[in-house]
């Protein structure tokens, strides 16, 4: 319960905490009114960058869901032209992050890190298609147990100004191990093949829970 009520923090957020406090405390000698806005906002804050363990499904025949959130499309396309993939097939599933949700980004399966590419760019509402292609964002691909490539795409959004990534090339993962986060509002794309969706447009998902895709 205690573990509901305060849950375990990334460390990306202990320094906007303090910040929000210190500001918090400034609003208050300023205004009784500002200060408790202050806090509800340094509350928001607090949750925001909340880092709570997952239990993954531990089954290589299963992705699950990268990003907390609700998922915005599930396609065929072309896989990123980013990773030299534009002329292959990939299903895609695309997953939108709110400012209210968890933030911390996980793999959606075990295997070998084998890519990781940064890409630079606007900060455009990350719910819009056109985000995929427009806006800040990591790719991440993981070569998995069946020797196929899985893409993780972390996304900016509109209040985003940094993609945080915590593995690194040729890093063996776990299913549901933590790969980054994004900071206030943002998406996640995942690209794979031989998998069959398991999820529909607007369900909501749980990062390292959630079944996106089965064999």
């Given at each position: 319960?205690?573990?509901?009520?305060?849950?375990?923090?990334?460390?990306?957020?202990?320094?906007?905490?303090?910040?929000?406090?210190?500001?918090?405390?400034?609003?208050?000698?300023?205004?009784?009114?500002?200060?408790?806005?202050?806090?509800?906002?340094?509350?928001?804050?607090?949750?925001?960058?909340?880092?709570?363990?997952?239990?993954?499904?531990?089954?290589?025949?299963?992705?699950?869901?990268?990003?907390?959130?609700?998922?915005?499309?599930?396609?065929?396309?072309?896989?990123?032209?980013?990773?030299?993939?534009?002329?292959?097939?990939?299903?895609?599933?695309?997953?939108?992050?709110?400012?209210?949700?968890?933030?911390?980004?996980?793999?959606?399966?075990?295997?070998?890190?084998?890519?990781?590419?940064y890409k630079p760019g606007k900060f455009i509402n990350a719910s819009l298609d056109k985000a995929s292609e427009d806006n800040e964002r990591n790719f991440y691909k993981i070569k998995n147990s069946h020797g196929e490539d899985i893409i993780v795409v972390q996304i900016a959004g509109l209040v985003a100004r940094r993609i945080v990534t915590e593995t690194s090339i040729d890093e063996e993962l776990q299913q549901g191990a933590r790969?980054?986060?994004?900071?206030?509002?943002?998406?996640?794309?995942?690209?794979?093949?031989?998998?069959?969706?398991?999820?529909?447009?607007?369900?909501?998902?749980?990062?390292?829970?959630?079944?996106?895709?089965?064999?």
């Amino acid at each position: 319960m205690i573990d509901k009520i305060f849950p375990k923090i990334h460390d990306e957020g202990y320094k906007f905490i303090v910040i929000f406090i210190i500001v918090t405390i400034v609003l208050y000698f300023i205004h009784g009114f500002l200060g408790f806005v202050g806090l509800i906002l340094t509350i928001w804050c607090y949750y925001f960058y909340r880092d709570p363990e997952r239990i993954a499904i531990g089954d290589e025949n299963y992705l699950t869901s990268p990003a907390d959130g609700v998922v915005l499309q599930v396609l065929e396309t072309d896989g990123p032209k980013e990773l030299g993939l534009e002329n292959k097939k990939f299903k895609k599933v695309s997953i939108f992050m709110n400012v209210f949700d968890c933030h911390v980004n996980r793999a959606p399966c075990s295997g070998k890190v084998t890519e990781i590419l940064y890409k630079p760019g606007k900060f455009i509402n990350a719910s819009l298609d056109k985000a995929s292609e427009d806006n800040e964002r990591n790719f991440y691909k993981i070569k998995n147990s069946h020797g196929e490539d899985i893409i993780v795409v972390q996304i900016a959004g509109l209040v985003a100004r940094r993609i945080v990534t915590e593995t690194s090339i040729d890093e063996e993962l776990q299913q549901g191990a933590r790969i980054g986060m994004i900071r206030f509002g943002s998406r996640a794309d995942l690209y794979f093949e031989n998998y069959e969706p398991l999820v529909k447009i607007n369900q909501k998902t749980i990062a390292g829970e959630t079944l996106i895709a089965k064999k």
